[in-house]
């Protein structure tokens, strides 16, 4: 495709239930990024992921989280036991490995809004 | 560790006007300096960027912005706005030669009225 794409781009859940949110970068891009957007905050850097392997998940906020990318491409972040405090728009981003400014640099998918109730 | 302030969270203007959207970083370490735009209802655009060289940047639609080293600001300057740019606008920052996360602010959100 044109862009990063992600899937769905609206999800509503219940408290305590588990979910999964799919990321697919622009073909050809080994980084790829999730972030969440609190309503009315920045986005905040979760994991990064170079080719397979997570190079950097300092951000993710607790064991609930867990986010995989097995052929380094399509990405997945997946929730445990959600809680309402995980209500966000996960966003994904990728960018190509040769560029000078990294991560700076990425293309952001339009985001993943996750509802828990 | 890097930081970003965003010194307004919101600035209406009217059209034609000059505006200024401020933001200021922190940092023991080099950095890239980035600002992106979140138009209504659509993703992250990447504005403009200051990796290194010129101090003063410019976006293809008139903005700009200028890296004070001694004042550690990355202030977002447009001479003239129009009402197709009130979005909301994001400061953020990496380490020098970091290709992992970046680090951003609250946001600050450019209302231009007619």
């Known amino acids: 495709g044109a862009g990063v794409s992600q899937t769905p781009s609206n999800k509503v859940t219940e408290k305590g239930k588990y979910v999964e949110l799919r990321c697919d970068p622009i073909?050809?891009?080994?980084?790829l990024y999730w972030y969440r957007q609190s309503l009315g905050q920045g986005p905040e850097f979760l994991i990064y992921?170079?080719?397979?392997?997570?190079?950097?998940d300092s951000g993710l906020p607790n064991d609930r989280f867990f986010a995989v990318r097995p052929e380094g491409s399509v990405s997945t972040l997946k929730i445990q036991r959600t809680e309402r405090g995980d209500s966000a728009v996960y966003l994904c981003?990728?960018?190509?490995?040769?560029?000078?400014?990294?991560?700076?640099?990425?293309?952001f998918g339009q985001g993943t809004r996750l509802t828990v109730v | 560790a890097q930081s970003v302030t965003q010194l307004d969270s919101q600035v209406p203007v009217f059209e034609e006007a000059p505006v200024e959207l401020r933001c200021n970083y922190s940092?023991?370490?080099?950095?890239?300096l980035f600002w992106y735009v979140q138009y209504p209802n659509q993703g992250l655009q990447l504005l403009l960027k200051?990796?290194?060289?010129?101090?003063l940047v410019e976006s293809i639609n008139g903005f700009e912005a200028e890296f004070n080293k001694s004042q550690t600001s990355f202030h977002l300057r447009k001479p003239s706005v129009h009402i197709s740019d009130t979005a909301e606008y994001f400061c953020?920052?990496?380490?020098?030669?970091?290709?992992?996360?970046?680090?951003f602010g609250q946001g600050t959100t450019l209302q231009v009225k007619p």
């Open positions: 981003a990728s960018s190509p490995r040769e560029r000078v400014g990294g991560a700076g640099e990425a293309f």
């Open positions: 073909s050809g891009h080994t980084a």
């Open positions: 992921f170079q080719g397979t392997g997570a190079a950097d």
């Open positions: 940092s023991s370490v080099s950095v890239y």
């Open positions: 200051y990796l290194s060289g010129s101090t």
């Open positions: 953020a920052v990496t380490r020098a030669g970091n290709t992992g996360k970046l680090i």
